[in-house]
Nanobody
Framework: QVQLVESGGGLVQAGGSLRLSCAAS????????MGWFRQAPGKERMFVAT????????DYGDSVKGRFTISRDNAKNAVYLQMNSLKPEDTAVYYC?????????????????WGQGTQVTVSS
């Protein structure tokens, strides 16, 4: 049984930073790509970032490129999302997800396992 648990969300002022963490268990973490998605109220879930099984490749949604950085620590079974220069439009619930494959995925359907989400609120 795969379990993904996000942490690190909270309230921050515009221009500030947050670092989200996702702890994984129940599967060989180092073999699978990971991703971050977000969903704002009344909107569809949106791709934020993805990282390959060994961290060698990453990709980002256009709205976060240059501000967010995804990374992973396979020894700790964890993936991270460093978010800088936050904007009010970044406000959403952020979800961690795991693929069944090692390569990048930018669609929700690419992912088999999901965390419960962590709220990020950016005030103006």
């Amino acid at each position: 049984q795969v379990q993904l648990v996000e942490s690190g969300g909270g309230l921050v002022q515009a221009g500030g930073s947050l670092r989200l963490s996702c702890a994984a268990s129940g599967r060989t973490f180092s073999e699978y790509a990971m991703g971050w998605f977000r969903q704002a109220p009344g909107k569809e879930r949106m791709f934020v970032a993805t990282i390959s099984w060994n961290g060698g490749m990453t990709d980002y949604g256009d709205s976060v490129k240059g501000r967010f950085t995804i990374s992973r620590d396979n020894a700790k079974n964890a993936v991270y999302l460093q978010m800088n220069s936050l904007k009010p439009e970044d406000t959403a619930v952020y979800y961690c997800a795991m693929r069944r494959f090692g390569g990048l995925g930018i669609r929700s359907i690419d992912y088999a396992y999901w965390g419960q989400g962590t709220q990020v609120t950016v005030s103006s």
